[in-house]
């Protein structure tokens, strides 16, 4: 369909009869993300379907490029995690000079001592957790971390793993004063291959970077988000990051080949296969796939891309309750099959955020949810043909109240900017609680109900959103400040309603150090005693992020 005019946009409404009419309105671009002049497609509730094309202005939104983003000006000190929590350091070595000698002669240069540099270091970008490690180290190669927990582990130091400390459990920081061994200068892509799309890359690529490499060579990466620009590919497979693409091309456990790790001792695997099967023996890789760094240091990956797909539309959704997004969600399913990407939800309250505190404007009429549906495949005219049908059913049938749909990358982008930035406008709202769980999708918002009533105006707000598709609620609780009896009134209240619903605590964010007190809520203890042995099997002295991932000892 053409632009008839720069200053009108073409709309369609089908009367009783079945016939079309056609109208030209006024567009009204200026509802969505401050666009310049510009046009949208809509559908409007008792239309079979109305167009409206929106234009967006280029580089009104781009991915998150660092970690800073969520600091607010004149934000107070992090307290220090050992302060704010009942944890004991323990018996490690302290860094000395003669090992700061020993590692600059590792790695000359790459040393770093200035406490302004390991500020950052210290502190997740959520600023809830913060450590006082002394010494940040950033090698270039396997065979330098190797050398460093060699040293480590005869001198029994214990070693923060640290990629683009983007992890919203506390993993990525120390607890004490840690040796922070990063991967950020282990950067560097080994190889690819056009025809496979097979990836071999060191640990510390940035996701978004390496994104951006094999789409010139028409692949994607099979895992997508909100963090791309910071995060690195080694820090993605050790929490096992689901994120944006997961109803689509599953698990890193499915999509990672192979994986070259360094032990605790300084002892170098190397499977960096590049085999699609291989049937030989256990599959050591999956050992470190979600570890958290507490197993070993991954230092390489070797990961399947998926061909790049033609064709991507994104429709953002109004619904006027959760069971229509539900219904929603098995339309979209049962009729666009194998080109649905994407099912993402968000609540009322996660569009008013990210409009209070990023400017960002609703593109559809107000609803109390709001779904954001993307489809990816190889032709451009075949897909628009299914989910444009999508929207007629839904729209008709009383599911969607209203709608935008975008083929445009920029204008996609623009759209999953209201998904992808909840995280950060959350940050802009004071202190997080923060609950990634795994629930049966017909329950997915009744503990956000349930956990709105229980704390009352104790809290800022209580927002529910997440990956619907893959039945994964992000449930996040604000408050002016940490409050321990907020926390009292959360957990484990949270973790028990999880558990009756044979839930997971932690979906894709990992356990970390806020979490590993909860494992047992998910995890048998067969299986709890079964990852102990694991860890003092393959790290005896327990040098590697420590106070992680486990519950400690008792």
């Known amino acids: 369909m053409r632009l008839l005019r720069a200053c009108c946009v073409v709309c369609f409404f089908r009367l009783r009869s079945g016939a079309m009419v056609l109208h030209l309105v006024p567009r009204w671009s200026a509802r969505l993300f401050r666009a310049s002049a510009g046009w949208r497609r809509t559908y409007a509730q008792g239309a079979s379907v109305g167009l409206k094309w929106l234009a967006c202005p280029r580089g009104m939104y781009s991915p998150l490029a660092c970690r800073g983003y969520s600091s607010v000006p004149g934000s107070p000190e992090v307290m220090l995690t050992s302060e704010r929590y009942p944890v004991q350091r323990l018996p490690f070595s302290t860094?000395?000079?003669?090992?700061?000698?020993?590692?600059?002669?590792?790695?000359?240069?790459?040393?770093?001592?200035?406490?302004?540099?390991?500020?950052?270091?210290?502190?997740?970008w959520l600023r809830t957790v913060r450590g006082c490690s002394k010494v940040l180290l950033r090698p270039k190669t396997s065979e330098e971390v190797s050398q460093i927990l060699r040293h480590c582990h005869k001198r029994n130091l214990a070693v923060n793993p640290q990629g683009g400390n983007t992890g919203m459990v506390g993993g990525s920081v120390p607890v004490f004063d840690e040796v922070i061994l990063s991967t950020a200068l282990m950067n560097q892509v080994i190889s690819f291959h056009d025809v496979s799309g097979i990836l071999v890359c060191q640990a510390g690529c940035v996701l978004e970077e390496l994104s951006r490499y094999v789409q010139e060579r028409n692949f994607i990466m099979p895992l997508d988000l909100g963090a791309k620009g910071s995060c690195h590919i080694g820090g993605n497979v050790a929490t096992n990051a689901g994120?944006?693409?997961?109803?689509?091309?599953?698990?890193?456990?499915?999509?990672?080949?192979?994986?070259?790790?360094?032990?605790?001792?300084?002892?170098?695997?190397?499977?960096?296969?590049?085999?699609?099967?291989?049937?030989?023996?256990?599959?050591?890789?999956?050992?470190?796939?979600?570890?958290?760094?507490?197993?070993?240091?991954?230092?390489?990956?070797?990961?399947?891309?998926?061909?790049r797909p033609k064709a991507v539309n994104v429709a953002f959704l109004g619904c006027p309750g959760f069971p229509e997004v539900l219904q929603t969600f098995s339309t979209c399913k049962g009729m666009l099959g194998e080109i649905l990407s994407a099912f993402e939800f968000m609540d009322t309250e996660c569009m008013q955020l990210v409009g209070q505190h990023l400017h960002l404007t609703n593109p559809v009429q107000e609803s109390p949810f709001y779904v954001l549906v993307e489809t990816s495949g190889s032709s451009a005219g075949h897909d628009a043909e299914k989910l444009t049908s999508v929207l007629e059913q839904v729209l008709n049938s009383g599911l969607v109240s209203d709608g935008t749909m975008a083929t445009n990358q920029t204008k996609v982008q623009m759209l999953w900017a209201l998904r992808e930035?909840?995280?950060?406008?959350?940050?802009?709202?004071?202190?997080?609680?923060?609950?990634?769980?795994?629930?049966?999708?017909?329950r997915l918002y009744d503990l956000v109900i349930d956990v709105r009533t229980r704390l009352g105006p104790r809290a800022k707000h209580v927002v529910g959103y997440g990956h619907l598709g893959d039945g994964n609620l992000h449930l996040n609780v604000t408050a002016e400040a940490f409050s321990q009896e907020l926390l009292g009134a959360l957990e484990?209240?949270?973790?028990?309603?999880?558990?009756?619903?044979?839930?997971?605590?932690s979906a894709e964010h990992g356990l970390g150090f806020k979490k590993?007190?909860?494992?047992?809520?998910?995890?048998?203890?067969?299986?709890?005693?079964?990852?102990?042995?694991?860890?003092a099997l393959l790290d005896p002295k327990g040098i590697l992020n420590p106070y992680k991932t486990l519950p400690a000892q008792a």
């Open 95 to 124: 860094v000395s000079e003669e090992d700061l000698a020993a590692f600059e002669c590792i790695i000359p240069g790459r040393v770093i001592t200035d406490p302004e540099q390991l500020q950052a270091c210290n502190v997740d």
């Open 243 to 307: 994120g944006l693409r997961f109803l689509r091309y599953g698990s890193l456990r499915g999509t990672v080949l192979g994986l070259e790790v360094v032990l605790a001792d300084g002892t170098i695997l190397n499977c960096l296969t590049s085999l699609r099967k291989d049937n030989t023996g256990y599959d050591l890789k999956q050992l470190f796939i979600g570890s958290e760094g507490t197993l070993g240091v991954i230092t390489a990956v070797s990961i399947l891309c998926p061909p």
């Open 421 to 442: 930035r909840i995280t950060e406008a959350l940050s802009r709202d004071g202190y997080v609680f923060k609950y990634d769980l795994s629930l049966p999708v017909e």
């Open 492 to 505: 484990p209240y949270v973790y028990a309603w999880t558990a009756e619903q044979r839930g997971s605590v």
């Open 516 to 535: 590993k007190t909860v494992l047992g809520y998910s995890k048998p203890p067969v299986a709890v005693k079964l990852m102990k042995q694991l860890k």
